[in-house]
């Protein structure tokens, strides 16, 4: 179907990169704004703009008629969710649809199968896909004990319906497991309208991998390498990297694969991530979910194999053949990115909106920013912290890392708090420099930068 005008719903730098996507084909792009963001980059840089609504996200972003009709009431022809909002929304998509708009995704049916992360993982063993032992839906903490009881402990706690670390405990003893059990329901509740838990077996010395693939409407599906995103705190990610550092290629041909053949069982199409959990004792790896939808972190896989992620997902959903084979997946040098967010590292990551009175990012070859942020710029209090990206490339992983030291120096920002020196730690500490991370490793470190 012709693509030629397409609305930006949603914001940030994610609506700024997009914006710039559809600039490099040709297309027109309208941005669905809130009251508070009618000012904002992205509105300056779209061909048009349209408010939404006011500055809750309840009445603005996530109400998918507000964004359908606003498409069509300024004549696009296609709707790109980002991520976050309603990215992985099969009623947006299944609105799309009904209303004659490409969304840029795939089919709603697919964010349907991958939304519920139970039968996500049943659909990947079915495929072939190693998943963690665990359980299926279970209603109450009774049942989680005594599946606790049967596949041992420790356990992970997590949301059917969840995504971005909501709803997600780790079950230590059978003593933890009723107050737990109703903690991570109910913050899974009021997160996704959804309490349903299900249980996977936790894994200590675990890192986190992840494989980007692209599939066309013809059937052709191809990946483009790994990420490692095991640097989070409370399940949230902060740095991310690709190539995975310290796989052995076994592994890491064998995570690649994996996410082919889960890709091309279900037919998916468009952009997206298939997320592993990579047990480094015993160098096996699992399937946790997929992610139906651009990632936040995009930009290192970009940086590797020289693609625009978000070009080829406006190519595919306008029904183009991919421009790759998988024999022509290149994939050079290494990439790292750092997600600085307006928080008080040393309040608890407490969100730190207000005006950004001095924006000095760094420059040089190889360093980028993606970010919607500019002095004068007031961060608002109604959204996500995050105020940009700094992404930089080496020729391997210490040239990237060193780099990555340098520009986090040099980014200055005033007006508000920011996770920078949470970001320069992470990255100087020698645990990073080694490559020997898990997804513990930030909160094990934590305490040396508090007690500073």
């Not at 199968?113 to 079915?126: D, P, S, T, V, Y």
């Not at 890709?263 to 997929?290: C, H, K, P, R, W």
């Not at 595919?316 to 997946?329: D, F, H, K, N, T």
């Amino acid at each position: 179907m012709p693509v030629t005008r397409v609305l930006v719903a949603n914001r940030g730098e994610i609506a700024v990169r997009i914006i710039h996507a559809c600039r490099g084909l040709g297309l027109q792009s309208v941005l669905a704004a809130s009251q508070v963001d009618l000012d904002s980059l992205g509105a300056k840089l779209a061909d048009r703009t349209v408010c939404i609504g006011p500055s809750s996200a309840t009445q603005s972003y996530l109400d998918a008629r507000l964004l359908v009709q606003a498409a069509l009431s300024t004549g696009c022809d296609a709707l790109h969710p980002g991520y976050g909002f309603l990215a992985e929304s099969a009623t947006l998509a299944q609105l799309c649809a009904d209303h004659g708009l490409v969304f840029v995704g795939p089919k709603p049916h697919q964010i349907a199968q991958m939304g519920n992360k139970i039968q996500a993982r049943l659909l990947a063993a079915e495929l072939g896909l190693p998943t963690l032992s665990g359980s299926t839906q279970v209603e109450t903490s009774t049942e989680a004990l005594a599946v606790a009881r049967r596949v041992g402990l420790p356990l992970m706690l997590k949301a059917a319906a969840g995504g971005g670390g909501r709803g997600m405990k780790i079950v230590r003893s059978e003593a933890q497991m009723a107050d737990l059990f109703a903690a991570a329901s109910n913050e899974a509740r009021a997160a996704f309208g959804d309490g349903t838990l299900y249980l996977e077996r936790y894994i200590p010395n675990a890192r986190h991998v992840e494989v980007q693939i692209l599939a066309d409407q013809h059937g052709q599906v191809i990946h483009l390498g790994e990420r490692d995103c095991s640097l989070q705190r409370r399940h949230q990610k902060l740095v991310e990297e690709a190539p995975a550092p310290h796989l052995s290629s076994t592994l890491r041909e064998a995570l690649c694969a994996a996410a082919v053949q889960l890709a091309v069982g279900f037919g998916y199409e468009n952009a997206g991530t298939v997320e592993f959990i990579v047990d480094q004792d015993s160098q096996t790896f699992y399937f946790l979910e997929m992610n139906t939808r651009i990632q936040v972190e995009h930009p290192v896989t970009e940086m590797i194999t020289g693609a625009d992620l978000v070009q080829e997902q406006l190519r595919i959903a306008r029904g183009e053949r991919l421009r790759l084979s998988q024999e022509q997946v290149s994939i050079r040098g290494h990439a790292i990115e750092c997600r600085i967010n307006a928080e008080q590292v040393r309040q608890n990551f407490h969100p730190s909106p207000g005006q950004i009175t001095r924006w000095d990012p760094p420059g040089g070859p190889h360093i980028r920013l993606d970010s919607h942020c500019r002095e004068g710029y007031v961060v608002p209090i109604f959204y996500d912290s995050m105020v940009g990206k700094l992404i930089v490339y080496g020729f391997d992983r210490e040239e990237a890392r060193s780099r990555m030291s340098r520009a986090l120096l040099q980014f200055k920002i005033e007006g508000i708090d920011t996770t920078l020196e949470l970001q320069r730690f992470l990255i100087d500490h020698p645990r990073f420099a080694s490559g020997n991370v898990n997804t513990v490793m930030v909160e094990s470190v934590l305490p040396e930068l508090l007690d500073r």
